[in-house]
């Protein structure tokens, strides 16, 4: 079952605004990642944040962690076109002695120019 | 960055036939690898996942007779749609992880189409 749920589930805006995508989770984890994936493509890694890390920068990227309200948020600042993907947060469940990853539902984002 | 190659990315196939799909670690040994199942416009479903050397171990409401996957090395990991049908279709993601277990490198996908 899925973990993350987010919001909103599509953003649409022009180049040059700041994005900002949401991400609930249900139960305690120990990192908490996001992802972006172009359509009709496989995923790639933005950033990981650790439970016991409350923000986290890489370049334009800013995500927060707020583990009292299970909760992260990504914001894209300067937003180009070529942003233009889905995101995906994704927390890790740890099962058997291995960790696996769940997503959450995804936010599309559309950057235009 | 670690390097994961999916292959086929897409494949049209007959209903009752069998397909095989590869995923393979470039530069890194892969432990684990997971499979993921993807709707248009959803979210990643985790299908199962695969530990060189052992059963895989399939997640909730998956068929493991239907999905075989076999993780033959530390490299490759294969999962094979027996007797496919058309409510099989659907984008297909691999992905592995270093011995540090955390972030996951995907494949790019295979989209599956059954007549």
């Known amino acids: 079952s899925q973990q993350g749920e987010e919001d909103p589930q599509a953003l649409s805006i022009q180049e040059g605004e700041n994005a900002t995508m949401n991400c609930s989770y249900k139960?305690?984890?120990?990192?908490l990642q996001w992802y972006r994936q172009n359509s009709g493509r496989g995923l790639v890694h933005l950033i990981l944040?650790?439970?016991?890390?409350r923000e986290k920068h890489s370049g334009r990227l800013r995500v927060t962690l707020d583990t009292s309200k299970k909760s992260s948020s990504l914001l894209i600042t300067a937003s180009r076109a070529a942003d233009t993907a889905s995101y995906f947060c994704?927390?890790?469940?740890?099962?058997?002695?291995?960790?696996?990853?769940?997503f959450g539902a995804g936010t599309r984002l559309a950057v235009h120019p | 960055g670690a390097v994961v190659s999916q292959h086929p990315s897409r494949v049209i196939c007959k209903s009752g036939t069998s397909v095989k799909i590869e995923c393979r670690s470039l530069?890194?040994?892969?432990?684990?690898m997971f499979w993921y199942r993807q709707f248009p416009k959803q979210s990643l479903m985790l299908m199962a996942t695969?530990?060189?050397?052992?059963?895989?171990?399939?997640e909730q409401g998956v068929e493991k007779d239907k999905f075989l996957i076999n993780h033959a090395s530390l490299t490759l990991s294969t999962l094979t749609v027996t007797s496919a049908h058309p409510e099989d279709s659907s984008f297909y993601i691999c992905?592995?992880?270093?011995?540090?277990?955390?972030?996951?490198?995907f494949g790019s996908g295979t989209q599956l189409s059954v007549l």
């Open positions: 530069d890194f040994q892969a432990t684990t």
């Open positions: 139960t305690s984890i120990n990192n």
């Open positions: 992905s592995a992880s270093t011995t540090t277990n955390e972030k996951l490198f």
């Open positions: 944040i650790r439970s016991n890390e």
């Open positions: 994704a927390t890790d469940a740890i099962t058997g002695g291995y960790n696996k990853l769940i």
């Open positions: 695969s530990n060189e050397g052992s059963k895989a171990t399939y």
